[in-house]
């Protein structure tokens, strides 16, 4: 899995016995080389030139392929156990909605990381390109992950809210007793896109993020400026939705840049500004649905407790806990997640929930490349 922070790849060895046992058996993230990076950056969201875009897409696989390769070795795991590969890709471009173009009305998504490289360096099957199928059959294409929140999550007695800040912010929401049907997922906004953007115009580059959220707490939020960047009609919009680049990249980012606040106070509106994103999504179009005991928070943002702060105090009644107390590594659960989904996509298995996605109906997700013939076979 990689994600909108363009941070690296994260690599998650699965073991899974039936969809009610999966354990990790080892993760390991690899970060991207700066030119690699600057790179997805000058790609993602932009008018650019078709090479530039066919190269990064074999590049990547390398990069990926290579990353399996290195976890394997890391943390001791034979290459030959290994019997699947999924992979989500790194998201360059998501119009999730319908929009004209040639006459007609088009919604689409692009994911580079050629699945073609993969198999070929590991001699694994690879499932790659998750989200076509979704917007084939009407939805946006995401969020994907809340079918494994709901496998992982659901509860006879609690509803409980898991939680993801990587660059994007997005929650699933799992009333008691829940159904598929019954589960509410959507993004809620800028998750730590924003804050990284503005850490390293901080920092002349030399962070990526904001460590331990200590800028933010240096800095003081500015409360006007904040209450204009909620009126933003996203946060109003009801789900299904998904967010990206398309709306808090970096066009948003100049505009916190042209008011001319200092740069700490920049920082510190920003990460309130997930939060409250966040707290504003559930309190809109959850807690009128459901219990919210329990948030279950996972991501980098799950690292921040200057964020997780905010969280604590703008959800009051609900259980702050991570993803670790419930055996899923905080870092890991994205690409935990995109493992089980090959797993049921290698299985002829529906695996998008129309109710987060807006489907018109559940579909078996992404395409197969199989594994390469050995010689002598």
């Given at each position: 899995m990689s994600g909108t922070s363009l941070d690296g790849i994260d690599v998650a060895i699965v073991d899974i016995r039936g969809l009610r046992r999966i354990s990790t058996v080892a993760f390991h993230s690899v970060p991207y080389p700066k030119p690699v990076r600057d790179a997805l950056l000058g790609v993602s969201n932009a008018n650019t030139h078709t090479s530039a875009i066919s190269r990064l897409n074999f590049a990547l696989g390398e990069l990926y392929a290579r990353a399996v390769l290195e976890t394997c070795r890391r943390k001791?795991?034979?290459?030959?156990?290994?019997?699947?590969?999924?992979?989500?890709?790194?998201?360059?471009?998501?119009?999730?909605?319908?929009?004209?173009?040639?006459?007609?009305?088009?919604?689409?998504?692009?994911?580079?990381?050629e699945a073609a490289v993969i198999a070929e360096r590991t001699g694994v099957p690879v499932i790659s390109d998750f989200r076509p199928r979704d917007?084939?059959?009407?939805?946006?294409?995401?969020?994907?992950?809340?079918?494994?929140?709901?496998?992982?999550?659901?509860?006879?007695?609690?509803?409980?809210?898991?939680?993801?800040?990587g660059g994007i912010a997005n929650i699933t929401a799992i009333p008691p007793q829940a159904q598929p049907e019954d589960v509410i997922a959507f993004d809620t906004g800028p998750g730590n896109m924003v804050i990284d953007a503005l850490v390293s115009r901080y920092t002349g580059g030399k962070l990526s993020f904001d460590r331990g959220g200590r800028i933010a707490r240096q800095g003081s939020i500015d409360r006007r400026l904040l209450g204009r960047l909620l009126r933003q009609?996203?946060?109003?919009?009801a789900p299904p939705k998904s967010a990206g680049r398309e709306q808090f990249g970096a066009a948003f980012v100049e505009r916190l840049l042209a008011t001319g606040l200092p740069l700490p106070t920049l920082i510190a509106t920003a990460t309130a500004l997930t939060a409250v994103s966040i707290a504003e999504g559930i309190e809109r179009f959850v807690r009128p649905r459901m219990p919210v005991d329990e948030l279950i928070v996972s991501g980098g943002g799950a690292h921040n407790p200057t964020l997780m702060a905010h969280l604590a105090a703008f959800l009051p009644g609900a259980a702050l806990a991570r993803s670790s107390d419930f055996g899923i590594d905080v870092d890991a659960k994205e690409a935990i997640a995109f493992a089980v989904l090959a797993y049921e996509t290698w299985r002829g298995r529906p695996a998008n929930l129309p109710s987060a996605t807006g489907a018109r109906h559940p579909v078996i997700l992404g395409k197969l490349t199989p594994q390469p013939r050995r010689r002598g076979t």
């Amino acid at each position: 899995m990689s994600g909108t922070s363009l941070d690296g790849i994260d690599v998650a060895i699965v073991d899974i016995r039936g969809l009610r046992r999966i354990s990790t058996v080892a993760f390991h993230s690899v970060p991207y080389p700066k030119p690699v990076r600057d790179a997805l950056l000058g790609v993602s969201n932009a008018n650019t030139h078709t090479s530039a875009i066919s190269r990064l897409n074999f590049a990547l696989g390398e990069l990926y392929a290579r990353a399996v390769l290195e976890t394997c070795r890391r943390k001791g795991v034979p290459l030959e156990s290994l019997e699947l590969i999924g992979c989500h890709g790194q998201t360059i471009y998501h119009e999730g909605e319908p929009a004209p173009f040639l006459g007609m009305a088009v919604a689409n998504t692009m994911q580079i990381g050629e699945a073609a490289v993969i198999a070929e360096r590991t001699g694994v099957p690879v499932i790659s390109d998750f989200r076509p199928r979704d917007i084939a059959a009407g939805g946006r294409g995401a969020p994907l992950v809340p079918y494994v929140d709901y496998l992982l999550y659901r509860s006879r007695s609690r509803g409980r809210v898991a939680l993801n800040i990587g660059g994007i912010a997005n929650i699933t929401a799992i009333p008691p007793q829940a159904q598929p049907e019954d589960v509410i997922a959507f993004d809620t906004g800028p998750g730590n896109m924003v804050i990284d953007a503005l850490v390293s115009r901080y920092t002349g580059g030399k962070l990526s993020f904001d460590r331990g959220g200590r800028i933010a707490r240096q800095g003081s939020i500015d409360r006007r400026l904040l209450g204009r960047l909620l009126r933003q009609p996203y946060y109003s919009a009801a789900p299904p939705k998904s967010a990206g680049r398309e709306q808090f990249g970096a066009a948003f980012v100049e505009r916190l840049l042209a008011t001319g606040l200092p740069l700490p106070t920049l920082i510190a509106t920003a990460t309130a500004l997930t939060a409250v994103s966040i707290a504003e999504g559930i309190e809109r179009f959850v807690r009128p649905r459901m219990p919210v005991d329990e948030l279950i928070v996972s991501g980098g943002g799950a690292h921040n407790p200057t964020l997780m702060a905010h969280l604590a105090a703008f959800l009051p009644g609900a259980a702050l806990a991570r993803s670790s107390d419930f055996g899923i590594d905080v870092d890991a659960k994205e690409a935990i997640a995109f493992a089980v989904l090959a797993y049921e996509t290698w299985r002829g298995r529906p695996a998008n929930l129309p109710s987060a996605t807006g489907a018109r109906h559940p579909v078996i997700l992404g395409k197969l490349t199989p594994q390469p013939r050995r010689r002598g076979t």
